[in-house]
């Protein structure tokens, strides 16, 4: 009998990322010309997750490759780092007509593919650019005007990471005041990189008391 072979962390997420490929669980499949899964290193501890691809990831099947992505890549220069060095993905996998903003149907449809990433990656910070990103992941409606910066430990994919919500580079762009709040926010990736997460708490699982005289307690 053939041994089994363990697939590494990269195989199994381009893997996924071939499934994910044919994905139709939305009406956005019939107007995408690719899915973009995302991309960069797959043992990464730093993960991007903005909204949605848009019309240059639509043609190129990468996210985060026009503009804002070039702006992006600044920001992690200015840090130390690269783009091969992160993981880059969005929370919706196709482009919304028009780059509206994404409907809860297609979101719900798309989110499995995202915790899923999540999960493969296992990253340590899982940095948000933008509003849908963070409220997804966080959980909560607060905009991201008073949350960017602040940092929170969570569980996702089952597994302890902390939370950094950013404004997505878009917004600094034509903005020199918000282009100096996220080269900021962005200076404190590395401390961030380096702090300890506190275990996740164990889950209780109530089990089904014997009788005591079965147990032999009287």
């Not at 053939?2 to 893997?15: I, K």
């Not at 691809?53 to 985060?64: A, I, L, S, T």
């Not at 905009?143 to 089952?158: N, P, S, W």
């Not at 961030?192 to 008391?209: K, M, S, Y």
Request: proline fraction near 8%; include cysteine; charged fraction near 20%.
């Amino acid at each position: 009998m053939a041994a089994v072979t363990e697939l590494s962390r990269g195989e199994e997420l381009r893997a996924f990322g071939d499934v994910v490929s044919t994905c139709t669980r939305c009406a956005l499949a019939q107007g995408r010309t690719q899915v973009v899964f995302g991309s960069g290193n797959p043992d990464a501890d730093l993960m991007f997750v903005g909204e949605a691809p848009g019309f240059h990831e639509d043609k190129q099947g990468v996210p985060f490759v026009g503009a804002a992505g070039k702006l992006l890549e600044q920001l992690l220069d200015g840090i130390g780092l690269a783009r091969d060095d992160v993981y880059i993905g969005n929370v919706l996998k196709c482009r919304p007509p028009g780059n509206r903003d994404p409907l809860p149907e297609e979101i719900e449809a798309c989110e499995g593919h995202l915790w899923r990433q999540i999960e493969l990656i296992r990253p340590r910070i899982v940095a948000t650019l933008g509003n849908f990103a963070m409220k997804l992941l966080s959980g909560k409606p607060t905009g991201i005007t008073r949350v960017h910066g602040q940092e929170q430990e969570t569980t996702l994919g089952g597994y302890r990471v902390l939370l950094y919500p950013l404004y997505h580079p878009a917004a600094a762009l034509y903005t020199p005041r918000m282009l100096d709040v996220l080269q900021s926010d962005f200076r404190r990736i590395p401390e961030l990189l380096g702090r300890e997460l506190e275990p996740p708490a164990p889950v209780f699982v109530p089990v089904a008391a014997e009788p005591a005289v079965q147990l032999g307690l009287f």
